[in-house]
Nanobody
């Protein structure tokens, strides 16, 4: 198993920036891909960004060019740098990891609120 702990959420004004971090512990060597999902009030959880063990990245169209995902394999952390935040980005952001065998793991989530 792997444990995922998110940090860095908070309140930010529209157009502002925020950096989320996810610390992984446990069987981190079994992680293939790791990334972020988010869930806004009354909406389904949606995928945001993923980074593979190879370093390749992928983003949802809604955040492309505004968000950057990065991974530090030595520290077992993955960060999500968010720029140009909009009220529609308000959500609970969840760290998600997938093992090479396909097993998924989730963090507890961190709240991001974009409001003036």
């Amino acid at each position: 198993q792997v444990q995922l702990v998110e940090s860095g959420g908070g309140l930010v004004q529209p157009g502002g920036s925020l950096r989320l971090s996810c610390a992984a512990s446990g069987r981190t060597s079994s992680i293939n891909t790791i990334g972020w999902y988010r869930q806004a009030p009354g909406k389904q959880r949606e995928w945001v960004a993923t980074i593979a063990s190879s370093g390749s990245t992928d983003y949802a169209d809604s955040v492309k060019a505004r968000f950057t995902i990065s991974r530090d394999n030595a520290k077992n952390t993955v960060d999500l740098q968010m720029y140009g935040l909009k009220p529609d980005d308000t959500a609970v952001y969840y760290c998600h990891a997938k093992f090479y065998n396909g097993a998924p793991y989730w963090g507890q989530g961190t709240q991001v609120t974009v409001s003036s």
